[in-house]
């Protein structure tokens, strides 16, 4: 049974900066490219960031670039994400996704999702 957990989320100042983690098991991690989405109360869900199998290239959303960095550790099964100058905006709950065949931003090309950690930026 494919599992990714979340962790790393909680409460954070604005300008602040938290680092996730999502633990995968289930799966052979290294065929799989991860994602991060978020979702805020009342909006639709966002795609984040996104990184290949190898670790090599990453992707962004538009809101996030230059201060996210996506980042995996095939050796651990993990991906994190690295949030710095962290703006209320970013209020949301992160999930985690796995996909195969050809990287995307878009949600439906992701096979796995996490349950997702909460994420609250303070002003």
């Known amino acids: 049974q494919v599992q990714l957990v979340e962790s790393g989320g909680g409460l954070v100042q604005v300008g602040g900066s938290l680092r996730l983690s999502c633990a995968a098991s289930g799966l052979t991690f290294s065929n799989y490219y991860m994602g991060w989405f978020r979702q805020a109360p009342g909006k639709e869900r966002e795609f984040v960031a996104t990184?290949?199998?190898?670790?090599?290239?990453?992707y962004y959303g538009d809101s996030v670039k230059g201060r996210f960095t996506i980042s995996i550790d095939n050796a651990k099964n993990t991906v994190y994400l690295q949030m710095n100058s962290l703006k209320p905006e970013d209020t949301a709950v992160y999930s985690c996704a796995a996909g195969r065949g050809a990287v995307g931003t878009g949600a439906a090309m992701y096979d796995y999702w996490g349950q997702g950690t909460q994420v609250t930026v303070s002003s």
């Open positions: 990184v290949t199998r190898s670790g090599i290239m990453t």
